[in-house]
C-alpha cells in the first residue's frame, strides 16, 4: 500500500524560512522521481520543483534562487527548503512521485497527470 505525507507546513512573515518534507513508502523510493507541487485556492496546481534519483532538480522560475529540493533515499524521504518567502508563495504543498526516471526532469516534469503517487497536501502561509 502506497503511503505519501507530508508535514512541516505552517505560518511565517515574508522574508522567512520553512522546511517543509515527505515521508514514503509502498515504492521503491531510491528510484522514483519525486517532485514538490502547490496549488492555492482558485489556482491550477503547479509544479515548484522536482528531483531524480542521483538527486538532478529543476525548478520553476518563480522559486529558482530561494528553493531546494533534496532527498533521502535512505529515510524514504523528501524536502524542499524555503527561503525568502513571498505571500505569493502561500499555498497547500504536495509531494508526487512517478516510477520512470527516463522521464523525470525532462520539459513535461510540471504535468500533474504523469504523476501516479499524491499525498494529502500541508499547508504554507506567508504573510506580508
Known amino acids: 500500500q502506497v503511503q505519501v505525507v507530508e508535514s512541516g507546513g505552517g505560518s511565517v512573515q515574508a522574508g522567512g524560512s520553512l522546511n517543509i518534507s515527505c515521508v514514503a513508502s509502498?515504492?521503491?523510493?531510491?528510484?522514483?522521481?519525486m517532485a514538490w507541487f502547490r496549488q492555492d485556492s482558485g489556482k491550477e496546481r503547479e509544479g515548484v520543483a522536482i528531483i531524480n534519483a542521483p538527486g538532478g532538480s529543476r525548478y520553476a522560475d518563480s522559486v529558482k534562487g530561494r528553493f531546494t529540493i533534496s532527498r533521502d533515499n535512505a529515510k524514504n524521504t523528501l524536502y524542499l527548503q524555503m527561503d525568502s518567502l513571498e505571500p505569493e508563495d502561500t499555498a497547500m504543498y504536495y509531494c508526487?512521485?512517478?516510477?520512470?526516471?527516463?522521464?523525470?526532469?525532462?520539459?513535461?516534469?510540471?504535468?500533474?497527470?504523469?504523476?501516479?503517487?499524491w499525498g494529502q497536501g500541508t499547508q504554507v502561509t506567508v504573510s506580508s
Open positions: 508526487a512521485a512517478h516510477t520512470r526516471p527516463r522521464y523525470c526532469r525532462d520539459d513535461y516534469w510540471r504535468t500533474v497527470s504523469r504523476y501516479d503517487y
Open positions: 509502498g515504492f521503491d523510493f531510491s528510484t522514483a522521481c
